[in-house]
T-cell receptor, first 114, second 110 residues
């Protein structure tokens, strides 16, 4: 079984709709991240969380919100989706307390906003 | 100026060739340097990890970091068709954010 899972894997929605992308991990890591990937722009950080009570904005947080429901769950919401939020979204985890700077990525969610 | 610059390619080489992938960066506080490989329709996976300057070798892969020039490289020897993927450099400092390059698309032709 995958250590980092994302649901849904694909989603097509319309402008103005509210969308939630979910991420779960079984790695026991404390740190979780949401990125979006766009051609020519690479991976850009949206939000990150170091534990359930900690939420931090990343490079491109406008138009997004997150919820860390538990250590293992980190959700990303688009309150009112717009077409330029069409992208590939990745959740990632890391365990910096263990001295590792490796991030473990989920399989991604391909979101299309019409 | 972006924190990390990476030539997007695409790069196409014959099987067996030596591949050189590079990134430059602007933040002198970066200490941790990583290369991720991303296959189509998959999430990135860590390929190499280096702390500070120097070289690190793992099989056919060698990572080099030159902090004085703010330049990192990944070399792939005896490239294989299975190496065809997008390669992303990433780096971080003592803070908690990771900064990624845009990725270089590599195709190894049999």
């Amino acid at each position: 079984d995958a250590d980092v899972t994302q649901t849904p894997r694909n989603r097509i929605t319309k402008t103005g709709k509210r969308i939630m992308l979910e991420c779960s991990q079984t790695k026991g890591h404390d740190r979780m991240y949401w990125y979006r990937q766009d051609p020519g722009l690479g991976l850009r950080l949206i939000y990150y969380s170091f534990d359930v009570k900690d939420i931090n904005k990343g490079e491109i947080s406008d138009g997004y919100s997150v919820s860390r429901q538990a250590q293992a769950k980190f959700s990303l919401s688009l309150e009112s989706a717009i077409p330029n939020q069409t992208a590939l979204y990745f959740c990632a985890t890391s365990d910096l307390q263990a001295g590792s700077h490796e991030q473990f990525f989920g399989p991604g969610t391909r979101l299309t906003v019409l | 100026q972006k924190e990390v610059e990476q030539d997007p390619g695409p790069l196409s080489v014959p099987e067996g060739a030596i591949v050189s992938l590079n990134c430059t960066y602007s933040n002198s506080a970066f200490q941790y340097f990583m290369w991720y490989r991303q296959y189509s329709r998959k999430g990135p996976e860590l390929l190499m990890y280096t702390y500070s300057s120097g070289n690190k070798e793992d099989g056919r892969f060698t990572a080099q970091v030159d902090k004085s020039s703010k330049y990192i490289s990944l070399f792939i020897r005896d490239s294989q068709p299975s190496d065809s993927a997008t390669y992303l450099c990433a780096m971080s400092g003592t803070g908690n954010q990771f900064y990624f390059g845009t990725g270089t698309s590599l195709t190894v032709i049999p």
